[in-house]
């Protein structure tokens, strides 16, 4: 997808190498979990990447018939550098799918962690992913909503250094 | 996790600029004052939304103006170690002289510069600590307030 996303940067207080793997390894501690952020409305689950280029981004909620749900596979994944994930909820169609570019970048006392979306804007107008918004109001959603997802994933990072 | 009412490292009080360009208010600070960029949001086209950078120790907060916040323009006063290369450094960044370095009577050294958004930024170094009596006697001696 090469038409550009709605881009979230977040500074975060440790390395690139770190920032990847709390990205990656402790998503399950990181992601807010609220009926906003779960992709069963009826069901909370757990965030987890399979990781590994062959990975992928899924939620899991326990020993369940169709357990877990998978937002996408891992296109790019080159850790301390960049990571590319499909998202499809489960509100798109078959063949509708995002993508998410996360880069990471060394920046004084840590990382600048830059997330995009890019995607969202083949949706047609209707679309239950857009919530009823369009163009600048649903751009302006999507960025407000990866930015308390960041915000969490900051907080936990600034909580104790991966591996730690 | 306590969730408390003021994030971590926020002062009670944060500067919002509502400007008509967010992404050059952004670049202004950086080459001005070596801010380091916080957080910041932008659309597909590259407009910058809002933003937050860490100028020293104190976060600004940046928002794209629109039909609901229109731009408001603010003036800041700014402690910097050295005035007269602050206000150089304002200059090349792209800010234009509103005043020029000038030894004040109540003991700061300032300079004044206007930025890309029309925001005042007035740069300061407190030189000496002077009695209220002898700013007073200055102030009258200089015509000043």
């Known amino acids: 997808m090469t038409q550009p996303g709605v881009t979230v940067s977040m500074f975060v ?14 998503i399950h501690l990181w992601w807010k979990r609220s009926p906003m952020s779960r992709f069963r ?9 399979e990781p590994g280029p062959k990975g992928r981004l899924i939620e899991h909620y326990g020993e369940t018939p169709d357990d877990p749900y998978e937002v996408g596979r891992i296109l790019h994944w080159e850790p301390g550098r960049r990571l590319v994930f499909e998202w499809r909820p489960r509100n798109f169609a078959l063949h509708e799918v ?12 840590g990382t600048r962690v830059t997330l995009e979306h890019r995607g969202l804007d083949a949706l047609p107008k209707g679309h239950p992913a857009r919530h009823g918004l369009q163009d600048r109001a649903y751009w302006e959603m999507m960025a407000g909503w990866w930015q308390e997802m ?3 994933m900051k907080a936990h990072a600034a909580g104790g250094a991966a591996g730690s | 996790m306590t969730t408390t009412y003021k994030p971590a490292g926020h002062s009670t009080v944060t500067p919002y600029l509502v400007v008509a360009n967010a ?4 670049e202004f600070l950086k080459k ?10 932008a659309l597909p086209d590259g407009t910058v939304v809002h933003a937050q ?9 940046i928002g794209q103006a629109g039909k609901e916040y229109p731009p408001m323009q603010a003036m800041l006063y700014v402690y910097v170690e050295d005035t007269d290369a602050a206000y150089q450094a304002c ?3 792209g800010a234009t002289s509103v005043s020029e370095p000038k030894d004040q009577y109540y003991g700061d050294r300032n300079a004044g510069v206007r930025d890309p958004n029309g925001n005042q930024w007035w740069l300061g170094t407190h030189m000496e600590d002077v009695s209220p009596e002898e700013i007073a006697r200055r102030a009258a001696a200089q015509g000043g307030a």
């Open chain 1, 13 to 26: 207080q440790v390395s690139p190498a770190d920032a990847f793997e709390v990205f990656t390894e402790e």
């Open chain 1, 41 to 49: 409305q009826d069901r909370a689950g757990i965030m987890r990447f």
């Open chain 1, 98 to 109: 995002s993508q998410v570019e996360v880069r990471f970048e060394a920046a004084v006392g």
């Open chain 1, 150 to 152: 960041l915000r969490g």
């Open chain 2, 23 to 26: 992404a050059a208010q952004v």
């Open chain 2, 32 to 41: 001005a004052f070596g801010a380091r960029e916080d957080e910041l949001l």
């Open chain 2, 53 to 61: 950078v860490w100028v020293h120790d104190c976060l600004v907060m």
């Open chain 2, 91 to 93: 200059l090349a960044a």
